[in-house]
């Protein structure tokens, strides 16, 4: 069992910045994939960013390509998302995910969620 709690979410003008962390607990983290995810109201939850366990391999959405960087320090079993001049369709609830391995389209752990909200 993977615990995840993300943090680091709010408010904040578009063309801003923020950051959101993720930590795990249980597993052990370093073999995990782990991703970002989020679901704007109305809409259904879609893939922002994973990372491989080892972080060599990173994919992206192409709506945040060049603008969001995903992140992991095994050591912290932590796992960020630095996300750069924000729009207002960023806007939305933001999850982290693990899966043993890589990420796939239904990851079996969940976080919380953290809203993000861009004002225009």
């Known amino acids: 069992q993977v615990q995840l709690v993300e943090s680091g979410g709010g408010l904040v003008q578009a063309g801003g910045s923020l950051r959101l962390s993720c930590a795990a607990s249980?597993?052990?983290?370093?073999?995990?994939?782990m991703g970002w995810f989020r679901q704007a109201p109305g809409k259904e939850r879609e893939f922002v960013a994973a990372i491989s366990w080892s972080g060599r391999n990173i994919n992206y959405a192409d709506s945040v390509k060049g603008r969001f960087t995903i992140s992991r320090d095994n050591a912290k079993n932590t796992v960020y998302l630095q996300m750069n001049s924000l729009k207002s369709e960023d806007t939305a609830v933001y999850y982290c995910?693990?899966?043993?391995?890589?990420?796939?389209?239904?990851?079996?752990?969940w976080g919380q969620g953290t809203w993000v909200t861009v004002s225009s």
């Open positions: 249980g597993r052990t983290f370093s073999s995990y994939g």
């Open positions: 995910a693990a899966e043993y391995g890589l990420i796939g389209s239904k990851p079996p752990y």
